[in-house]
Nanobody, 126 residues
């Protein structure tokens, strides 16, 4: 099982930016599709973005399109989530996940991701 560790979370004001990183240990991520999910207090986990193993295909939830960008550097075994124009409703614990399911990126769902990180807190103040 892939071990994933997120970093880069923190407290930022509305309109600010953060870049989250997700690094794998003990295994290469280059054969996995990767995703970012978030969970706010009292709410269900929500899909945020996903990227194919090559980086050539991405998918986003509508609420972050145009503001967030998912990318990956397979040489560094790391996936990123650049978050711009942050809003208070973006406040959540963000977790990365890896999927070895062969399916178009747009069709990947939470159960398709078999390995998860612990998450990093993102707080956007108004």
């Amino acid at each position: 099982q892939v071990q994933l560790v997120e970093s880069g979370g923190g407290l930022v004001q509305t309109g600010g930016s953060l870049r989250l990183s997700c690094t794998a240990s003990g295994y290469t991520l280059s054969t996995y599709a990767m995703g970012w999910f978030r969970q706010a207090p009292g709410k269900e986990r929500e899909f945020v973005a996903a990227i194919s193993w090559s980086g050539g295909y991405t998918n986003y939830v509508d609420s972050v399109k145009g503001r967030f960008t998912i990318s990956r550097d397979n040489a560094k075994n790391t996936v990123y989530l650049q978050m711009n124009s942050l809003k208070p409703e973006d406040t959540a614990v963000y977790a990365c996940a890896a999927s070895d399911v062969i399916r178009p990126i747009r069709d990947l769902k939470s159960p398709d991701f078999g390995s998860w990180g612990q998450g990093t807190q993102v707080t956007v103040s108004s």
